[in-house]
């Protein structure tokens, strides 16, 4: 009767049964199937396929699931190519692995889990695209390269060279379940971008190789390149392209432009600093929020975005500081930083730069740190900066600042530019277009309502000065450096002022005044009236001249004529003092300004002054008082045209002045 029932029955469930016996089989063939029977053949087979030697040392066993199969090694060596460095890729006490069986079909290899036990790993990668882990005989060949999702090392070591990329380090790897939720740890050294590296830190029980949907695994790490620091604690979702990365970092240094060759930023030299804030990357895409620390003596802040998508990577953000010292502006422009800046940060050694600034301290002025052409046109970059505050001015009275920094295609154009200097404001744009060699450099500039006290601080008489200056700087040409530029740059340089109140007594020191002088200290200085003031200069491959450099006031009119050399930093200017009062015990003379920017020299000329002491000589043989006529001034000096004094110091000559002037203003329509 039984026997009827089954034939009752539909095919379709006969067949049904039939499969399900047969998967039962062939579940009971491979659990007891002796798999490490198949380790000799799987040797073979493994060496001729991929050209080097491969060795399952002492036992093969397969567990078959429904998606894929679990390999277990017990021991395994897997040689190098021949032209790696290490012998072994992989040799290991222990090997165990998940592999999936369909995409075997299309000999593609997919290992969702690795895990390896005392492993040896030596891992290289050359120019040509060759790397030791691809698994066919032409190693450049991208499609023999397995996808490994995740991996656990347990007490190992791993070796990776890229010599084209600047990499050859050493890790020790260890596993302890004690350390709770972190329980693998690492340690690094070597050489990254030509710098020593170390680094050590703590991950998850796996490496997420390739994310394949898994939750974000915790890692910590705290490495030291060179001079410059890095901590991070966070998750990484991705390890191999390194991936949905969410992190706390701390970064020091002694200049954020050494982060150049380590990562590919483009950044300027500056102060040593420490920063820290929230890390964010996804797919290329990295991502800096809640930034904020210290550059040198000031603070900084803000929120910054590199993104590595286009032909080239993108720097952008604003950046800001509540107070920025003075000393900090120095490495922006090839000066070293100053020795209370250097040492501003904690745990960052000071630049050795600074004992060599303190030796070439009698040299040239003007910076002669050449532009990096590299860095110009590596990157792009669209970044706001702006300084509240600026304290510890000295030369240059800054008050605030603020500045768009736009660089593209290796053209870096700082515009606006937006200063306040001296209770007034300097503004414009500078642009350098680094795809020229030279670079072709041009600079415009605004100079409005700068009080001039506060522009030369350091005399003690210009104190009582309520003058207001303004002026402009057009100057174009092409160089490597801010000093090469100036001593070749064409265009003009012009500064003007109207009425005010101006401190006499340095008047008639200029004038070498005796009668006014001893008048002052007997009674007080007393402050005079101002009419105008101009000085203008064309400028001509690097030689500044005089156009019109004239100071009017109620007591004296100074005319003064010269030339500065921007290319040689010489000065050669003759001052020439015309009073409008008459005076005894002067000694009225030109006055010569010589020497260099960073040693000016004055003095007077010598041929007119000694005529008047000659004569004050023989005078005096004949009558003590008759001595007094050689240097009584009668006065001849006369107003100047103020209205015509400033429309002159306004307009450049023409020529390569004016032309430079024109190309300057350029910068600013770009």
């Known amino acids: 009767m039984a026997t009827n029932v089954l034939r009752n029955r539909p095919l379709w469930l006969k067949l049904l049964a039939a499969l399900v016996l047969l998967f039962a089989a062939l579940a009971v063939v491979i659990a007891f199937f002796p798999w490490d029977t198949l380790r000799?053949?799987?040797?073979?087979?493994?060496?001729?396929?991929?050209?080097?030697?491969?060795?399952?040392?002492?036992?093969?066993?397969?567990?078959?699931g429904l998606r894929g199969a679990t390999v277990k090694f017990d021991g395994i060596e897997f040689a190098n190519p021949p032209w790696a460095r290490d012998p072994y890729l992989v040799k290991a006490e222990r090997a165990e692995f998940d592999i999936r069986l369909w995409p075997l079909l299309t000999q593609k290899i997919v290992i969702p889990r690795l895990a390896l036990f005392s492993p040896t790993l030596g891992l290289q990668m050359e120019p040509d695209g060759r790397r030791t882990w691809a698994l066919g005989k032409d190693t450049s060949d991208p499609g023999t390269v397995p996808v490994i999702g995740l991996m656990q090392v347990d007490n190992g070591t791993i070796d990776f060279l890229a010599t084209h990329l600047g990499v050859d380090l050493h890790a020790d790897v260890s596993y302890d379940t004690g350390r709770g939720t972190l329980p693998l740890s690492y340690r690094i050294k070597g050489r990254y971008k030509g710098q020593p590296l170390t680094a050590e830190g703590r991950t998850g029980n796996v490496l997420q190789l390739k994310s394949a949907g898994q939750q974000p695994f915790p890692m910590e790490i705290d490495a030291a390149a060179g001079q410059t620091r890095f901590k991070a604690e966070g998750t990484v979702t991705d390890f191999a392209d390194l991936d949905g990365i969410d992190a706390k970092f701390e970064l020091k240094g002694q200049t954020l432009g050494a982060l150049f060759p380590l990562l590919g930023i483009a950044l300027p030299e500056t102060s040593p600093y420490a920063l820290s804030g929230d890390l964010r990357k996804r797919a290329k895409l990295w991502e800096v929020a809640g930034l904020k620390g210290r550059l040198g003596l000031s603070d900084i802040a803000g929120d910054m975005r590199f993104d590595q998508a286009g032909k080239l990577p993108r720097l952008a953000?604003?950046?800001?500081s509540r107070l920025m010292d003075m000393d900090d502006l120095g490495p922006l422009i090839g000066l070293p930083p100053t020795e209370r800046s250097a040492k501003a940060v904690e745990g960052v050694a000071p630049p050795p730069t600074i004992k060599q600034?303190?030796?070439?301290?009698?040299?040239?002025?003007?910076?002669?740190?050449?532009l990096d052409f590299d860095r110009l046109r590596a990157m792009n970059a669209d970044v706001k900066y702006t300084a509240d505050r600026i304290r510890n001015v000295r030369d240059?009275?800054?008050?605030?600042?603020?500045?768009?920094?736009?660089?593209?295609?290796g053209v870096l154009a700082l515009d606006p530019l937006d200063l306040g200097v001296a209770g007034g404001k300097l503004a414009g744009a500078i642009r350098i277009d680094a795809t020229q060699n030279p670079a072709d450099i041009r600079a415009s500039l605004d100079l409005r309502n700068m009080q001039l006290n506060r522009v030369v601080p350091k005399i003690e008489t210009m104190r009582s000065s309520f003058s207001r200056l303004d002026g402009r700087v057009n100057l174009a040409g092409r160089g490597n450096s801010v000093a090469s530029w100036l001593g070749g740059a064409s265009g003009d340089v012009a500064?003007?002022?109207?009425?005010?109140?101006?401190?006499?007594?340095?008047?008639?020191?200029?004038?070498?005044?005796?009668a006014e002088i001893i008048k002052f200290l007997l009674r007080g200085d007393q402050n005079v009236e101002l009419r105008c003031a101009a000085m203008a200069f064309d400028v001509n491959k690097g030689l500044m001249t005089s156009r019109?450099?004239?100071?009017?006031?109620?007591?004296?009119?100074?005319?003064?004529?010269?030339?500065?050399?921007?290319?040689?930093?010489?000065?050669?200017?003759v001052v020439r003092p015309e009073p409008k009062d008459a005076s005894f015990l002067s000694l009225r003379t030109p006055l010569v300004i010589g020497g260099t920017f960073g040693s000016p020299s004055g003095g007077v000329q010598v041929v007119p002054l000694a005529e008047r002491g000659l004569a004050a000589l023989v005078l005096g043989a004949l009558n003590p008082l008759l001595a007094l006529a050689a240097t009584i001034e009668t006065g001849p000096g006369e107003d100047a045209d103020c209205k015509g004094v400033l429309s002159q110091a306004n307009?450049?000559?023409?020529?390569a002045a004016a032309a430079g002037a024109a190309r300057a203003k350029g910068a600013k329509q770009r």
């Not at 000799?40 to 078959?64: A, H, Q, W």
């Open 40 to 64: 000799e053949p799987i040797n073979r087979y493994v060496s001729e396929k991929t050209g080097r030697k491969f060795e399952i040392t002492r036992r093969l066993d397969v567990g078959v």
């Open 396 to 409: 240059v009275p800054l008050d605030r600042g603020s500045v768009q920094v736009k660089l593209t295609d």
């Open 357 to 370: 600034a303190k030796r070439a301290a009698g040299n040239k002025v003007l910076p002669t740190a050449t």
């Open 651 to 655: 307009k450049p000559s023409t020529g």
């Open 548 to 573: 019109s450099v004239v100071l009017d006031t109620a007591d004296t009119v100074f005319y003064a004529t010269g030339q500065a050399n921007l290319a040689t930093e010489k000065l050669d200017f």
């Open 317 to 320: 953000g604003e950046l800001r």
């Open 495 to 514: 500064a003007l002022t109207g009425r005010g109140r101006f401190s006499n007594l340095l008047l008639e020191f200029m004038g070498l005044d005796g």
